[in-house]
Structures are given as structure tokens and as C-alpha cells.
Nanobody, 127 residues
Framework: QVQLVESGGGSVQAGGSLRLSCAAS????????MGWFRQAPGKEREGVAR????????YYADSVKGRFTISQDNAKNTVYLQMNSLKPEDTAMYYC????????????????????WGQGTQVTVSS
């Protein structure tokens, strides 16, 4: 049973930083697409960043490019989202997701089938 557990959310002032963690367990696949998504109240879920763990390729939404960094620690089966220069519009529930079997190409074009999701961690940025 694949499990994803997020942590690291919290409340910060605009311009501050947070690092989210997503610890994965219950699988054996070394290459997979991992993603961070967010959803603010009354808004649709938005893809924030993706990483293909096989080669470390990363992809970002335009809204976070240059401010957020997704990374991985394979030894810990953990994916991180470093968020810098946070803005009030970054306020949302952040979710980690995994596509355990899809190819790199699907991760690259943003068409991964994220079948596993974490419970989410809240990020609140005040002005």
C-alpha cells in the first residue's frame, strides 16, 4: 500500500520561506513522477511542480518558477518543495502525489496519472 505523508506547512509572512516534505512508503519503484499540487478555497487544484525521480528532471508552473524548487532524497524516499519569496496568493492546501508507473514522457508533458495522494498540508502566507 503506497502512502504519501506531507509535512512542513505553516504560517509565514510574505517574503518568507517554507520547505514541504513528502515521505513515500509501501512501494519499490525507483523511477516515478512525483508532484506537488495546491488548492485554495473556491479555486481549482493547480499543479505546482513535478519531478521524475529516475533522472531528477523537474518542471514548474509559471506562477512559481524562480521561487519554488522541487527536489528528492532517494535514500529517504522523500520529495521536497522549497518555497521562497512566498506571496499571499500562495496560500493553499498543498498536496503531494505520485504516479508510480508512468513513463518519463508523461511526467515531462504534465500528463502523469497521479494515482496516489497525501492528506495535504496547509500553507498560509500573510501580507
Amino acid at each position: 500500500q503506497v502512502q504519501l505523508v506531507e509535512s512542513g506547512g505553516g504560517s509565514v509572512q510574505a517574503g518568507g520561506s517554507l520547505r514541504l516534505s513528502c515521505a513515500a512508503s509501501g512501494y519499490t519503484y525507483s523511477s516515478k513522477c512525483m508532484g506537488w499540487f495546491r488548492q485554495a478555497p473556491g479555486k481549482e487544484r493547480e499543479g505546482v511542480a513535478r519531478i521524475y525521480t529516475g533522472d531528477g528532471s523537474t518542471y514548474y508552473a509559471d506562477s512559481v518558477k524562480g521561487r519554488f524548487t522541487i527536489s528528492q532524497d532517494n535514500a529517504k524516499n522523500t520529495v521536497y518543495l522549497q518555497m521562497n519569496s512566498l506571496k499571499p496568493e500562495d496560500t493553499a492546501m498543498y498536496y503531494c502525489a505520485a504516479d508510480m508507473v508512468g513513463p518519463w514522457e508523461e511526467c515531462q508533458i504534465g500528463n502523469a496519472d497521479f494515482g496516489y495522494w497525501g492528506q495535504g498540508t496547509q500553507v498560509t502566507v500573510s501580507s
